[in-house]
């Protein structure tokens, strides 16, 4: 026997994407691109169960477009026989009236819409029982969440389906509804396996040399703390009572990146330029930014716009210094209002550390834009 289940969460079908710009219409393309090759790699890892941990939809209320996507790549997944069991998450939760799952009928074999994991679901997989748990968490219907989380006496394998806030900093506040747990509670659980929503970036939590669960990240980045390959989890157990084997598969359409590019020495926006296209690729999304002393002060906006035709999208941030350049060496030997002005603030520079230093390396740049 070999019971494979595959494990997607953070979809956000239907996200506006409207922090990329002018490419906010591209990216919803490929955020769409990456769900259908989720449902290729469930289809291609010949699994019998899929679990999807919430935030299937960016907002309770998506648009029909995505709703649509939707049923179709789940009807993809009823047809071959497999079996798609769902939980709201943060971003499409119950708690609201008007709630996508409330009307809409998709083909899930079971979307768990009580606030308890008090009714698990039982199938057989070739010959195995497996028993699913989920939960709609909602603090206002009852409390209990995780304590309601608990083995029944059926052989064979557990899983837990939950969208959930690991507080991975126990000082951090996270509130009653985001259902906090502590990474070493996971195990007490009595589970084969917990399969989490929330947290965008892969995370893979062992016990005793074990794997318990994992976060399995957004199938596609939404920002720049959601860099590097995104991927979708193939949970198999070879016999009930074994652990499982866990293998992140990759689903991306393309790649958020970024990079520090030294501008040091450069005499115009031109070699700025050069240096952005030399230090990143054109195959990724890349948040650059500029770092050194050169010696003009660099335009972001100007620097992204000349890049555009070349990149699907890119940010340029500037937190370069002026300090080391010719124009304010000149500016410091003068005896003017202007020349102190510069002098205080290059001697205040020298001393500043973190953020003073950044904001005292702003201050000379705006000192060069309004003095000349
Ligand atoms: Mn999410």
Same mark, same amino acid.
């Given at each position: 026997m070999s019971v494979r289940l595959v494990h997607i969460a953070d979809v956000h079908l239907g996200a506006p994407l409207a922090n990329f710009g002018d490419y906010a219409r591209q990216r919803r393309s490929e955020q769409q691109e990456a769900f259908r090759r989720a449902v290729d790699a469930a289809?291609?890892?010949?699994?019998?169960?899929?679990?999807?941990?919430?935030?299937?939809?960016?907002?309770?209320?998506?648009?029909?477009?995505a709703v649509e996507l939707a049923r179709r790549e789940l009807g993809r997944l009823e047809e071959a026989g497999v079996k798609v069991f769902g939980v709201p998450g943060t971003h499409d939760s119950l708690g609201y009236a008007e709630c996508v799952y409330r009307h809409e009928s998709l083909p899930f074999h079971h979307f768990f819409d009580r606030p308890t994991f008090e009714d698990p679901v039982?199938?057989?997989?070739?010959?195995?029982?497996?028993?699913?748990?989920?939960?709609?968490?909602?603090?206002?219907?009852?409390?209990?969440?995780?304590?309601?989380?608990?083995?029944?006496?059926?052989?064979?394998?557990?899983?837990?389906?939950?969208h959930a806030a690991c507080r991975f900093n126990p000082e951090w506040p996270i509130a009653e509804e985001d259902l906090p747990f502590l990474e070493r509670e996971l195990s007490g659980f009595g589970m084969d396996y917990i399969a989490l929503g929330h947290y965008h970036n892969l995370r893979i939590f062992e016990a005793g040399g074990r794997v318990v669960g994992a976060y399995s990240g957004s199938l596609e980045g939404r920002d720049w703390t959601e860099r590097g390959p995104r991927h979708v989890l193939v949970v198999e157990w070879d =016999?009930?009572?074994?652990?499982?084997?866990?293998?992140?598969? *990759?689903?991306?359409? %393309? /790649?958020? $990146?970024? @990079? &520090?590019?030294?501008?040091?020495?450069?005499?115009?926006?031109?070699?700025?330029?050069?240096?952005?296209?030399?230090?990143?690729?054109?195959?990724?999304?890349?948040?650059?930014?500029?770092?050194?002393?050169?010696?003009?002060?660099p335009r972001p906006r100007t620097i992204e716009a000349s890049l555009a035709s070349r990149y699907?999208?890119?940010?340029?941030?500037?937190?370069?210094?002026?300090?080391?350049?010719?124009?304010? =060496?000149?500016?410091?030997?003068?005896?003017?209002?202007?020349? *102190?002005?510069?002098? %205080? /603030?290059? $001697?205040? @520079? &020298?001393?500043?550390?973190?953020?003073?230093?950044?904001?005292?390396?702003?201050?000379?740049?705006?000192?060069?834009r309004v003095f000349g």
């Open positions: 289809l291609a890892a010949r699994a019998q169960v899929v679990v999807i941990a919430g935030d299937f939809f960016d907002t309770f209320r998506p648009e029909p477009a039982r199938l057989e997989v070739e010959g195995v029982p497996v028993t699913i748990y989920g939960i709609a968490y909602d603090p206002r219907r009852t409390g209990g969440g995780w304590k309601t989380l608990s083995r029944t006496g059926e052989e064979g394998i557990h899983v837990a389906v939950v =016999e009930p009572g074994a652990a499982p084997t866990v293998r992140p598969v *990759e689903v991306h359409s %393309r /790649l958020m $990146d970024v @990079r &520090e590019v030294d501008v040091t020495g450069a005499a115009d926006e031109e070699e700025m330029i050069a240096a952005v296209e030399s230090a990143c690729d054109a195959e990724r999304l890349w948040k650059a930014t500029l770092v050194g002393e050169p010696e003009v002060i699907g999208h890119l940010r340029v941030e500037d937190r370069t210094s002026m300090v080391a350049s010719h124009v304010l =060496e000149q500016r410091r030997e003068e005896e003017t209002v202007r020349g *102190e002005f510069f002098r %205080r /603030l290059v $001697d205040r @520079r &020298e001393t500043a550390e973190g953020r003073t230093a950044e904001v005292v390396d702003r201050a000379i740049k705006l000192g060069l």
